[in-house]
């Protein structure tokens, strides 16, 4: 079996190659031409999005041709597919698989909908690659990735709303715009519908992170281990000042602190940093 997803899942090089993920790349508009998301680094990406403000570059999904594409390579192998794709409540990308995988003959493919992003994503991705590899059922791997999707946490801050809003991604956080002028919000990934909602604000970035730590640890304790994934786009410090918080907070069974993909860069620009966290055990034993 073979798992694909989309490069808003924030996969490591060492994720992909090592577990033989197929990523479907999307795409970022720059006044000067397309550019794969995959293809330009987080860095690079940050100093084009500073130099070309206030205007900001728009984001597309792969069109369904380049799903079909890909999932008709694996089907020509006699590989069963498990497509894994950032929420419908925050891009059209899983209507282009759908509509790519009903060109294929057959039902080899399975479209799921993560229902979340980035650090989110990703565990499911990792979970149902690392289960294929084992030979788990498709069922089982489906079932396994409900229970992590309801398990999961997506939370982040952000310097300013200023690229969700002109990108048109604020949805339930739009009341925070223009009104709280030098607020951080706090916002996180609903597990109902994939969306984003406001749970809080600080006037601070520090004083997010400990509002993101305490969230944390509201939802889980201080007894359960569990992954969690620090993500910024380019704020370095205080990504490891909030693994730091963590680590205080809550009982960490495994830590990374990592970067957010450009295509997501987009929507937040450079000072946005959060986390994923998900139980361990619902990772562990999956190889």
């Not at 033989?20 to 995959?38: C, D």
């Not at 940050?46 to 728009?58: D, Q, S």
């Not at 020509?76 to 899983?94: A, F, P, R």
């Amino acid at each position: 079996m073979k798992i694909v997803t989309d490069c808003a899942a924030d996969l490591t090089r060492d994720d992909t190659e090592e577990l033989k993920i197929q990523v479907a790349p999307l795409f970022i508009q720059f006044p000067e031409g397309e550019v794969r998301s995959n293809n330009i680094t987080p860095d690079d990406f940050y100093r084009r999005l500073i130099n070309i403000a206030p205007r900001i570059p728009t984001t597309s999904q792969p069109s369904s041709g380049v799903f079909a594409d890909i999932y008709n390579n694996l089907v020509e192998q006699g590989e069963d597919v498990l497509s894994i794709h950032i929420s419908s409540g925050l891009s059209g990308t899983i209507e282009s698989a759908r509509s790519g995988a009903a060109q294929i003959s057959g039902k080899m493919i399975t479209i799921v909908d993560s229902l979340t992003l980035s650090g989110g994503e990703r565990f499911q991705v990792l979970a149902a690659a690392l289960a294929a590899r084992a030979g788990r059922s498709k069922e089982l791997i489906i079932e396994q990735l409900a229970k992590i999707r309801e398990a999961t946490e997506v939370i982040f801050t952000l310097e300013t709303l200023e690229y969700l809003q002109r990108g048109g991604r604020i949805g339930r956080v739009q009341a925070l715009a223009g009104s709280l002028l030098g607020i951080k919000p706090l916002i996180r990934v609903e597990k109902s519908d994939g969306k984003y909602s406001n749970v809080g604000r600080s006037r601070t970035i520090p004083k997010a992170l400990e509002t993101i730590a305490n969230h944390i640890e509201s939802l889980y304790g201080k007894e359960t281990p569990l992954w969690v994934s620090v993500l910024h786009g380019q704020l370095p410090e205080q990504a490891n000042k909030l693994a730091d918080l963590m680590k205080e907070k809550v009982k960490v069974g495994k830590m990374e602190v990592l970067r957010i993909s450009p295509v997501l860069g987009v929507h937040t620009g450079p000072g946005v940093v959060g986390a994923a966290v998900v139980p361990m055990q619902l990772m562990e034993g999956l190889q």
